[in-house]
């Protein structure tokens, strides 16, 4: 009886991950289906030695091949480019200022929703396990860090959607989480010559 037990359960695994492996191709074929994107983004920052939230607000700006534009609103107004693993800082005069000794655990981040957002995770696989769960219509997709150094900074990244991405959490080993939920998320359109100059296009 054991070993019947035993097998069922082995079936049932595979079945399972067959699913979510099925899900998370849906997922990411309808991601990459929509390569040029805007969207409204509100976040949130909690820490545990903060009593309240830091939160912000502004638009991302994605587009495939090129990477992304964090344009933050209020409370304060700041353009950061993430193209690859590089990232940079607009500043007023519209100058890319290279960020050279950035955030490694950020960097990695922003490759990794790259990878999503283009439909090839190979290199986000690589570095992450993902459960998948949910339909194609509301989907959450959880990855946790494979290499040990990551793991002891970063706890997962859960990513959820439905036709688009619609939130980010972040949540880190020391009780830190990032929160990140998009709305009004809609085709880029006509970008703007700073934009299109951030993200090296012609």
Do not use: K
Request: glycine letters at 8%.
């Amino acid at each position: 009886m054991r070993c019947l037990i035993a097998t069922l359960l082995c079936l049932l695994a595979g079945v399972l991950h067959a699913q979510e492996a099925d899900l998370l191709h849906q997922v990411l074929a309808e991601l990459a289906a929509h390569p040029q994107v805007r969207a409204d983004f509100t976040q949130s920052r909690e820490n545990p030695a903060l009593a309240q939230p830091q939160q912000s607000q502004g638009q991302l700006v994605f587009v495939s091949g090129h990477g992304m534009l964090w344009q933050v609103t209020q409370p304060y107004r700041e353009t950061l480019a993430l193209t690859g693993a590089r990232t940079a800082r607009i500043d007023e005069q519209g100058q890319l200022q290279v960020i050279r000794n950035g955030d490694r655990g950020v960097a990695q981040v922003s490759q990794m929703l790259q990878s999503m957002l283009t439909g090839q995770p190979e290199e986000a696989l690589r570095q992450f396990t993902v459960e998948a769960h949910g339909s194609p219509s509301r989907w959450t997709l959880r990855f946790s860090p494979r290499q040990e150094r990551m793991a002891r900074v970063l706890s997962a990244i859960e990513l959820s959607g439905d036709r688009y991405l619609q939130g980010i959490d972040v949540e880190m080993q020391g009780g830190e989480r990032t929160v990140i939920r998009f709305s009004g998320t809609r085709d880029a359109g006509t970008l703007s010559p700073l934009e299109a100059r951030a993200l090296g296009m012609p």
